[in-house]
């Protein structure tokens, strides 16, 4: 089987998935979707707070990555990264941004898009303080995207960043921060096996927000 027919030949949308009815959706996105979220829990999806971070680079080329969703409140999506990483660097050129949410065992997708503001630095400091161990030191290291000749070298760091975090543990990253999405369009688009896919667009305007459904 060659690689061109390895992908056709896989089975799509084949798994049950839950129904959506678009008429009972709250009159703003971050409700619906932290209903959408409690139930990717609890149907046992792996890792539903995961999710693709695009931005665009100095060249306006696109950029993605997956991250960890920190937070949920009434400005946005929270994440964190650290301000002096590729995407800390193109968030302070353009923040513009993307959220992507796949979770396949209920064929759901939500994307959001809108701007990245910082937090307060004493948000950014607790959630560092929060974070486990290993993401500490990791952060600490402070060359994120650097291009690596020696794995050597990343041990040695990371061993002497381990002890300085041992003699003060509270040692913290300042260049740790904490974004919030603000969004402008929050879409969630529900599968069906049929491909009569539902999909419910949220848009920010001036009165607040307008709901309208898409063609699938």
């Not at 678009?22 to 999806?45: H, I, K, N, Q, S």
């Not at 990555?65 to 946005?76: A, E, F, H, M, S």
């Not at 291009?147 to 509270?170: C, G, N």
Request: net charge neutral.
């Amino acid at each position: 089987m060659t690689t061109r027919e390895t992908p056709r030949a896989l089975p799509v949308l084949a798994h049950q998935m839950p129904s959506f009815d678009p008429a009972g959706a709250p009159a703003e996105p971050m409700t619906l979707f932290a209903d959408w979220l409690t139930e990717a829990v609890a149907a046992g999806v792996d890792e539903p707070h995961a999710m693709t971070l695009s931005t665009v680079d100095a060249d306006g080329a696109p950029d993605a990555r997956v991250l960890i969703l920190k937070d949920l409140d009434p400005t946005g999506w929270h994440f964190a990264t650290s301000a002096i990483s590729a995407k800390g660097r193109q968030l302070a050129a353009d923040p513009r941004v993307a959220l992507t949410f796949h979770w396949r065992e209920q064929g759901r997708q939500v994307r959001v898009r809108g701007a990245a503001r910082a937090a307060d630095p004493a948000v950014s400091r607790q959630d560092f303080l929060a974070r486990p161990e290993g993401s500490r030191i990791a952060t600490l290291a402070g060359r994120q995207s650097a291009v690596l000749t020696d794995r050597a070298e990343l041990d040695r760091e990371l061993a002497d960043v381990r002890a300085r975090l041992t003699a003060d543990p509270d040692l913290v990253a300042e260049t740790h921060t904490v974004y919030a999405v603000v969004p402008t369009t929050v879409e969630f688009w529900q599968a069906d096996r049929e491909r009569r896919h539902v999909r419910l667009r949220y848009r920010r305007t001036e009165r607040g927000w307008d709901r309208e459904l898409l063609w699938p």
